[in-house]
């Protein structure tokens, strides 16, 4: 095989922290190589020095089909045919879903004269090859994270990369659109294009890889074919020691007093007669395919969306938050999966953004901030989610995703609450952050807080879930508890039936 790409003593310096330490990475032609390590261990800085948004450290060299070559903008990286699909999405929420895919390449019929028909026929094209039903016109801001991470790469396809790095492409899409989406990586691969793949997913590294690159703490570990490797072995090249459990142990006492209780809760089409209870001591789980009406179940108990009718119960006391102030006030909190537009000031530091929401918390008197107390706050949650920052005064924007995503839980933990629901939230975290968040969530249990989890990823939720609910278009259809879970019978009850039919 040909070698296509290679970086030689990649090295990136930011004035707080070394992202990169002289690194050696080669990718060949038409393979699908894998890019995996901690939160924070330096892969999307990697991914962003290819792709031009910034410059490596003096020293360091970059080979693009044999010739040495810098890559100063991402222009000119596009021009190579390298391509990136962001951790971050980059889409323009007001356009259309064909208007952000040619954004800037638009086909005209005069200069400044868009050629709408092709450009709807050509956006068509491309989602029909990766088997998206979507509108050419649908605005990207009526869309889930789930559908414009599709118009991302249906963009990406459509600037016929040689060479295409997907940051976390699966973070949320649902098991559907991972299956489309491996079937076109397979396609584009026998078609001679090459990618680079970046996820905490290890079960999909090893099934859609040729070749795995381990990077721990801005070093090279390892590279190896994937057929050589089994979770275990990845994971311990990733954090350095054996882990042999994914789950903390737990022993759950015998479920106290109620927390919450919900009563045949409606709002409009995409909640029908939701009725369930939460016990203290007690972690609940919601399964579901996405836009099965999990998220509108967390949103209308913390009033975001509140509903048309029913009843919720907050230890005993009837609540009917109308806002997500109230619901505060109430003592249910919600950790949202959205965490970049619904939970962070990215301008912001790392310790404002944990202490923002509850100032209350580490004010002395009525005015003065406690420092003191801040820092003890904001040092405990760092060395509880291992949020892997050089300062505590950075600006959260120039942490890694992972380490972003765990400063938002870290700020929802520390508002005093009743309830805590958290939304995904494991989602682009790494397998040694997740075990300890799964810790805290067991802490919180046993200090007699509510915890319910939303999650898509079914081995989390049996791995610590004393019971789950699953939802299926705005209901819920089954109800299982420890001791009887598996995959097929949630699967099941998401798909209203039709995963048996499918499978059998
Ligand atoms: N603009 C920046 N300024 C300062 N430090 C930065 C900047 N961008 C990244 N870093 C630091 O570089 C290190 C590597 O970050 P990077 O985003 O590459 O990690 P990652 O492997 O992609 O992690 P994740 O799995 O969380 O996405 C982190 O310590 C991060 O805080
Ligand atoms: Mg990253």
Redesign the pocket.
């Known amino acids: 095989m040909e070698e296509l790409l290679r970086l030689e003593n990649l090295t ?1 310096t ?4 070394v ?1 990169l330490k002289g690194v050696n990475f080669s990718v060949m032609k038409g393979e699908v190589h894998a890019l995996v ?10 991914v ?1 020095i290819v792709s031009g948004v ?1 410059r490596m450290d003096h020293g360091g060299a970059l080979y693009y089909k044999g010739n040495r070559t810098e890559i100063c903008d991402p222009h000119s990286a596009q021009k190579l045919g390298i391509s990136v699909i962001y ?1 971050e999405l980059t889409y323009v929420p007001e356009l259309t879903v064909a208007e952000n895919i040619f954004l800037g390449r638009e086909p005209v019929l005069a200069p400044g004269i868009i050629d709408w028909k092709t450009l709807r026929a050509k956006t068509r094209e491309l989602l029909s090859r990766l088997d998206i039903r979507l509108e050419p016109d649908i605005q990207l801001k009526h869309l889930s994270t789930a559908q414009r991470q599709m118009v991302e790469i249906a963009k990406a396809l459509s600037l016929q990369a040689e060479i295409i790095f997907m ?2 492409p699966t973070a949320s899409l649902t098991e559907h659109e991972i299956r489309t989406l491996f079937k076109i990586i397979r396609e584009l691969k026998s078609s001679g294009v090459t990618i680079v793949y ?1 996820s ?1 997913h290890l079960e999909e590294i090893l099934e859609i890889s040729d070749r795995v690159t381990v ?1 721990r703490d ?1 070093e090279w570990i390892a590279t190896r074919q994937a057929g050589e490797l089994d979770i275990g072995g990845l994971i311990s090249m990733m954090v350095g020691r054996d882990m042999n459990h994914l789950f903390p142990p737990r022993t759950p006492g015998p479920p106290g007093e109620e927390i919450l209780r919900v009563e045949n809760l409606n709002r409009g089409e995409s909640l029908r007669n939701i009725s369930f209870s939460l016990k203290q001591g007690e972690i609940l789980g919601f399964a579901g395919l996405v836009g099965a009406g999990r998220t509108e179940v967390a949103r209308a108990i913390f009033g975001a969306d509140p509903p048309d009718s029913g009843e919720i119960r907050l230890k005993g006391k009837p609540v009917s938050p109308r806002s997500p102030q109230e619901a505060l006030k109430c003592g249910i909190a919600l950790v949202p999966e959205d965490r970049k537009e619904e939970g962070l000031v990215l301008s912001m530091s790392v310790e404002h953004n944990i202490t923002l929401g509850n100032l209350n918390g580490v004010c002395r008197g009525n005015f003065f901030i406690n420092h003191a107390r801040e820092k003890q706050v904001v040092d405990g949650y760092i060395k509880d989610l291992q949020i ?3 300062l505590v005064t ?1 600006e959260v ?7 972003q995503q765990k400063v938002v839980v870290a700020k929802w933990l520390f508002i005093p609450s009743y309830l805590i629901i958290f939304d995904e939230p494991t989602r ?1 975290i ?1 397998v040694k952050a997740k075990y300890e968040l799964y810790e805290l969530m067991y802490r919180l249990v046993q200090e007699g807080i509510g915890v319910i989890i939303i999650s898509s990823e079914l081995p989390e939720l049996i791995g610590i879930c004393d019971r789950i609910l699953v939802m299926h278009e705005g209901e819920i259809t089954g109800e299982l508890v420890k001791g009887e879970f598996s995959q097929e019978k949630i699967m099941e009850y998401a798909t209203g039936g039709a995963y048996e039919k499918e499978t059998a």
Not at 37 to 46: H, I
Not at 397 to 403: C, D, H, I, T, V
């Open positions: 990136k930011f004035p707080e922290v992202a390590g901690e939160n924070g261990a330096g892969k999307s800085t990697l962003k910034e951790q940051d976390e970046i905490h990077l801005g892997k920052t050089p950075m924007r120039r942490l890694s995703g992972g380490n682009g790494d």
